[in-house]
């Protein structure tokens, strides 16, 4: 379980946007590659006891992913977008719909910010509307967030080794 200082800080600095801000201890190359390579992704993205399996991964401005997520009861909730900007270990943008609420797209921007043997993930997520915003945060985004976070802690530390 991540402690206080670890976990992830959710801000609403505007009506339709939540600011992620997580510092990971990890260069920001292996956080990228985390982020972005169809064989790790899996690894950590997700909630804990779910199995998350790539559908698609075009990593390029205009290409689709999607991911399915397997929960442990057997249900299944699959999330689908389309990149708009790479820029590797910068910057990711991508559109992001969960498609149990078809229709509902947000952006987010994901920041890599080098801070030498760290790297600080910024994620900014902007959503049509301030209810979206809001439904997000209460369908537990701050919980999912989280734990999929401390299984990318494991994998990073599991990558240095």
């Known amino acids: 379980m991540a402690s206080e200082q670890t976990k992830a800080?959710?801000?609403?600095?505007?009506?339709?946007?939540?600011?992620?801000?997580?510092?990971?201890?990890?260069?920001?190359?292996?956080?990228?590659?985390?982020?972005?390579d169809r064989e790790l992704i899996p690894r950590w993205w997700g909630l804990r006891g779910s199995e998350t399996r790539i559908d698609q991964l075009e990593l390029r401005p205009g290409g689709a992913w999607r991911f399915v997520q397997r929960n442990s009861d057997g249900s299944e909730a699959a999330f689908r977008g389309i990149y708009r900007e790479v820029s590797p270990i910068e910057r990711l943008a991508?559109?992001?719909e969960y498609e149990g609420q078809p229709g509902h797209v947000l952006?987010?921007?994901?920041?890599?910010?080098?801070?030498?043997?760290?790297?600080?993930?910024?994620?900014?997520?902007?959503?049509?509307?301030?209810?979206?915003?809001?439904?997000?945060?209460?369908?537990?985004?701050?919980?999912?967030?989280?734990?999929?976070?401390?299984?990318?802690?494991?994998?990073?530390?599991?990558?240095?080794?």
């Open 9 to 36: 800080v959710l801000s609403t600095p505007g009506e339709r946007e939540i600011l992620t801000e997580r510092v990971f201890d990890a260069p920001r190359d292996r956080v990228w590659a985390a982020y972005t």
């Open 94 to 96: 991508y559109t992001f």
């Open 107 to 161: 952006i987010d921007t994901v920041e890599f910010e080098d801070l030498g043997e760290q790297t600080k993930l910024l994620v900014h997520s902007l959503f049509h509307t301030t209810e979206e915003r809001d439904w997000m945060i209460e369908a537990g985004m701050e919980r999912g967030l989280n734990e999929g976070y401390e299984q990318l802690d494991e994998l990073l530390e599991e990558l240095a080794g």
